[in-house]
């Protein structure tokens, strides 16, 4: 089977680091995104990582370790525009196209 | 600037009435998806598609159906509509077999009375 798992809400302060989890177990598995979305908006990627470790973007980061089916997306000096929702998604293994999406965490930032 | 739109963005329909979104895109993508995102369920897969004459089912593909006659469109229809099938739909394309970013359209509201 395939589950995603992130937290529902967090809430954090401006200026502050946030990590947002996500867990994964899926039958196969080719790469890990990470989407922004904030509310009535359509979702824009951030990240994508296929090898374990950390990807660096700016302010955002992102880290993958495939043998602990485990992710998490990073926001440092955080901003009141990235309250948002941040959505995990698994790339499913070459001949599919069924990514399959977490419900998704919805970010706070607060003055 | 290439670009990948949607049309409703918004659409009340009665039960049992047939629904077209439409999605139209101008990255020259080859694969185009439909999703629908509802509160607790995150983005489902509605149907796919990775070329013209090509279609495929998601896991929620009940009561919707697509056809790909050229590159650039997807439309998505409700052949009768259903009060379950409120929702927010969301299309999108990638460049790549499922290693590709998805670029999102902005999204069709649809309410089913």
């Known amino acids: 089977g395939q589950n995603i798992d992130q937290p529902t809400e967090m809430t954090a302060t401006e200026g502050a680091i946030v990590q947002i989890n996500c867990t994964y177990q899926t039958s196969g598995f080719n790469g890990l995104f990470w989407y922004q979305q904030h509310a009535g908006e359509a979702p824009t990627f951030l990240s994508y990582n296929v090898l374990d470790g950390l990807e660096e973007k700016g302010r955002f980061s992102s880290f993958l370790s495939r043998s602990k089916g485990y992710s998490y997306l990073l926001l440092k000096e955080l901003q009141m525009k990235d309250s948002a929702s941040y959505l995990c998604a698994v790339s499913p293994p070459s001949g599919t196209y069924k990514y399959i999406f977490g419900t998704g965490t919805r970010l706070k930032v607060l003055a | 600037d290439a670009e990948i739109t949607q049309s409703p963005r918004h659409k009340i329909t009665e039960t049992g009435r047939q629904v077209t979104l439409a999605c139209h895109q101008t990255?020259?993508?080859?694969?185009m998806f439909w999703y629908r995102q509802d509160l607790g369920h995150g983005l489902r897969l509605i149907h796919y598609?990775?070329?013209?004459?090509?279609?495929n089912k998601g896991e929620v593909s009940d009561g919707y159906s697509v056809s790909r006659s050229n590159t650039e469109d997807l439309p998505l229809t409700l052949e009768s509509a259903a009060s379950s099938q409120t929702s927010v739909y969301f299309c999108a394309s990638s460049k790549r077999q499922n290693t590709g970013e998805l670029f999102f359209g902005e999204g069709s509201r649809l309410t089913v009375l």
């Open positions: 598609s990775y070329g013209v004459q090509d279609t």
């Open positions: 990255w020259n993508h080859n694969n």
